[in-house]
């Protein structure tokens, strides 16, 4: 089974970046399509960016041109790199995928935007 641990979370100050990394377990990651989503206080959990085996890209409209996700399947990590950071961007963010039919997420990392 496919563990998920994500890290790179903080405090940013709006305008700053931040790269968030998932590290995965297990040696099938290079064929497992990953995904980033994100849950803000008090609002439901949604979908930020995918990245399939092959590299194909898909962003959520709200975070198109500041978000940036890629993979290392040599270090079994998936990546989400987040610019021009606002405070709508405070949440848990978590990564995803789908093994064997089943959906594995990781425990979250929080990321605060303030001033």
């Known amino acids: 089974q496919v563990q998920l641990v994500e890290s790179g979370g903080g405090l940013v100050q709006p305008g700053g970046s931040l790269r968030l990394s998932c590290a995965a377990s297990?040696?099938?990651?290079?064929?497992?399509?990953m995904r980033w989503y994100r849950q803000a206080p008090g609002k439901q959990r949604e979908f930020v960016a995918r990245?399939?085996?092959?590299?194909?890209?898909a962003y959520a409209d709200s975070v198109k041109g500041r978000v940036t996700i890629s993979r290392d399947n040599d270090k079994n990590t998936v990546y989400l790199q987040i610019n021009s950071l606002n405070p709508e961007d405070t949440a848990v963010y978590y990564c995803?995928?789908?093994?064997?039919?089943?959906?594995?997420w990781g425990q979250g990392t929080l990321v605060t935007v303030s001033s």
């Open positions: 990245i399939s085996s092959g590299g194909s890209t």
């Open positions: 995803q995928t789908l093994n064997s039919n089943l959906v594995v």
């Open positions: 297990g040696s099938i990651f290079s064929i497992l399509t």
